[in-house]
């Protein structure tokens, strides 16, 4: 029996900002396209027609700029619950937690993070402090503004280093041209990020060791995920690039693949969801977020990232991750926004006290 209520799914309309989005310079570049984007963009039907067989009313809505169409949209659907994939708008990472604080100025509930944790964990230098502050463990780490003057000096970490941008996703801009084994070659993949990008670039400890995804379902951690790097060359880093998420028949795609349940042992395990845990607890994450952590060859886990929306695709991490304890992808949409619609009905109870 479907539930009355009527549900808005939110995402980003995609646009393509960069001339190149894999981090490689040159030749090696595929085109500008986002492809992270355009993938999930394929999917909404098909999570409309699954939401569809659990609500009364369900539809979608592309976010963009224009802000007064969304606005009037809200204003005129009246949802009761809003399914929010909005990653950016227009290509703009930074207005994604933007939207979601829109939707708390108009008094709408939606599914996911509140725009204070969005816009914390968007900030990987500040989402390091909290966790620091709270005695968990993550690489070290500076940040360097595009026009910066590089010198040696500025650089006090231990190589090797890996580069990124500090304000994007969908691992954007991320190569095997991001591990850097000495200023040299910090300073040519710095000029060509700066030159590309034109953002600011976090500059972290590479943690050698394993790459592991902990997704976290309401509260509840589910299966720990690995990524597995058999076969890969030897002189390329073991990292999860934009190439091996989104350009099929690329090295890195081939050699990239997720398994799930995470051979670990008892004792490892219950350490990794104990600190994944704790940073989803510091950053105020709520409904669903995954907690990116490298184990290091001592099996100490460094929280490298806090990812508050994560992609839930049908054929994402997190998706996989809820399948192996038996959550089937239209269970897993009914959950997530069984969440916001209980925040809501929770809140119309207590206002009616």
Known sequence: ?????????????????????????????????DLSEYSFVTQINNIVEMLSSKYEVVESFAVNRDVTSLIN???????????????????????????????????????????????????????????????????????????????????????????????????????????????????????FLKKTYNKKIIVEEYIVGRELNVAILNGKVLPISEIDFTGLPENLPKIVTYDGKWIENSTYYNHTKPVCPAKLSSRIKNKIEKVALEAYRVMNCRDYARVDIRLSSENIPYVIEVNPNPDVSSDSGF????????????????????????RKRNDTINQAV
């Open 73 to 191: 949209k809200l204003n005129s659907f009246q949802p009761d619950a809003i399914v929010n994939f909005v990653e950016s708008v227009e290509g703009v990472t930074n207005y994604e937690y933007c939207v979601a604080a829109l939707f708390e100025l108009m008094g709408f509930e939606f599914t996911g993070n509140t725009a204070v944790t969005l816009g914390n964990c968007l900030n990987k230098l500040r989402t390091k402090a909290i966790l620091k502050s709270y005695g968990i463990k993550t690489p070290e780490a500076i940040t360097l503004e595009p026009d910066e003057v590089l010198t040696k000096n500025k650089i006090r970490l231990s190589y090797p280093l890996i580069m990124k941008l500090e304000e994007e996703d969908a691992s954007i801009g991320i190569s095997e041209y991001s591990v850097v084994k000495n200023f040299n070659d910090l300073k040519k993949h710095f000029d």
């Open 319 to 342: 998706a996989r991750a809820a399948a192996a304890i038996g959550i089937d992808y239209t269970s897993l949409l009914e959950t997530i926004t069984n969440l916001a619609l209980n």
């Open 1 to 33: 029996m479907k539930k009355e209520a009527r549900i808005l799914i939110c995402y980003n309309s995609p646009v393509s900002i960069f001339p190149v989005y894999n981090g490689k310079p040159g030749e090696y570049s595929q085109s500008g396209i």
